[in-house]
């Protein structure tokens, strides 16, 4: 089992910038390949961004290409999502995520509680 937890949200102004953190525990976190998923009012929730255990793979989404990047510490069991240059359109409820499986295929088995961030324009 794996247990996650969101924190950074928050509220702030287009063009702005925010880190959230996810912190991981119960299950070796440097295996897991960890992602960032979002979920707006009234529509599904969709995929942001996810890194592979060895770091060396990372994908994003087209609509946070070039300005959110995903990061993680295997020594603080903690994965980031830097979002900058926010837009209204970001403005959603943002879950990590992770999975033991393959980093293309598998899906994703745990998840974290959610932390909202919310972008003014």
């Known amino acids: 089992q794996v247990q996650l937890v969101e924190s950074g949200g928050g509220l702030l102004q287009a063009g702005g910038s925010l880190r959230l953190s996810c912190v991981a525990s119960?299950?070796?976190?440097?295996?897991?390949?960890m992602g960032w998923f979002r979920q707006a009012p009234g529509k599904e929730r969709e995929f942001v961004a996810a890194i592979s255990w060895s770091r060396g793979n990372t994908d994003y989404a087209d609509s946070v290409k070039g300005r959110f990047t995903i990061s993680r510490d295997n020594a603080k069991n903690t994965v980031y999502l830097q979002m900058n240059s926010l837009k209204p359109e970001d403005t959603a409820v943002y879950y990590c995520?992770?999975?033991?499986?393959?980093?293309?295929?598998?899906?994703?088995?745990?998840w974290g509680q959610g932390t909202q961030v919310t972008v003014s324009s």
């Open positions: 995520a992770a999975k033991y499986g393959s980093y293309l295929y598998a899906t994703y088995d745990y």
């Open positions: 119960g299950r070796t976190f440097s295996s897991a390949t």
